[in-house]
């Protein structure tokens, strides 16, 4: 298990080079880990690739902004002044992007939905894409191609995708290279900045779903070069269902299809209709935006999502990425290594660094679903699959209880 710690840091890089500097200073200020002070759930909770629990400071957080409409701040202008922009540059320097890159949206699968309609995915511009990008997203693609636009889908092979088939798959019809950078199901890690110089290089632009990566493992999508990314809040970034970060690269906004407008699309807006306005059309006069929440930020989004996400990004901003990947990263060796002992096929590739392992078995749901209820333990099971998610408040000792109530061959 030292190994396989040190291994991880070997491929993060140096931990403390991703904290804060105050926190680097002063290593006291440091959460400890595991953080279970912070969590009052009950029973032994291995399922945060699911749901991530809400900490203390992030039901503080949505607590607080529930008062504040209600009572103190209630003449508040909310429209205009909200969470939002603080919540922005908090996820942006999370992945290291500007804050102008980012678009407010209601989910990962919206966002995706945004960038498929933006880029004019049809008859002479495809997708590629594999069978570990998110099921919906599929479904997404496989209804555009029974209109008529390419796809191709990539088969695993030895539990990967491997970057040579991405790149055999992508022709002169391919608009976009769509993947999960950390499946779901199996936690296969596409190598991200790898990904993007072959589809960049082949004319293709790369749309990444970060859900299973973003404040799991490090991650700067400069450095990576992606075109398009997009995260729910409610995994690894510890908040609540309803709001996403949309990131588009900044010069690749110039070449997307204006397909939705709302009242944030627009600035500068003047009102020609009513007493003493200055002259002009009817409708009023304006300027688009041209960046990414003009693109595609257009209506009210959820501000006690923003507002609890200001508070999580807080606490994973504090602890630190690449603390959080090494405190898990001997939880998923243990079982890494226990497991296939018991008849459990490693489904996700040891090299990884996520948040997810994932093992084959036989009838898993039938015949681990009441074992692991008795014991008040959660994970995530498939007919033939199990999924283990462990985070911040986790420890060996919860990992031991979950051995102890599954089959031992």
Known sequence: MDLSRRALMGSLGVASAALPLAARAMPSMLTALPDKSTYDFHGTYLNSAYAHPLGRMVRKAGNDFLMSRADSDVTRAWPRDNPRNAAVAKFAALINASPDDIAVVPSTMEGENHVAAALGLGEHAGVVTDVYHYDASLI??????????PLTVLTSKNNRIELADVERAITPNTKLVAVSHVGSDTGFQHDLKALCDVAHRKGAYVYADIVQSAGAIPLDVKA???????????KWLMADFGVAFLYVRPDRVA?????????????????HAYPFDPPGPPEGSWKMRDTAAGKFEVSTPSWIGLSMLIASIDYISQIGVARIAAHRAPLIA??????????????TPPETQGPIVTF??????????PLLKAANIKVTLGSNRMRVSPSVYNDMGDIEKLLQVLPKA
């Open 140 to 149: 997404l693609y496989g209804e555009r191609h029974k209109a008529g636009m």
């Open 334 to 347: 243990r079982l890494r290594e226990e497991l296939p002992k018991r008849g459990f096929a490693p489904m």
């Open 255 to 271: 070449e997307l299809k204006r397909t939705a407008v709302g009242w944030r699309s627009a600035t500068d807006t003047q009102s």
């Open 224 to 234: 990576a070069g992606v075109d398009f990314a997009c995260c729910g809040a409610y």
């Open 360 to 369: 084959a078995y036989r009838d898993a749901q039938k015949r681990l679903e």
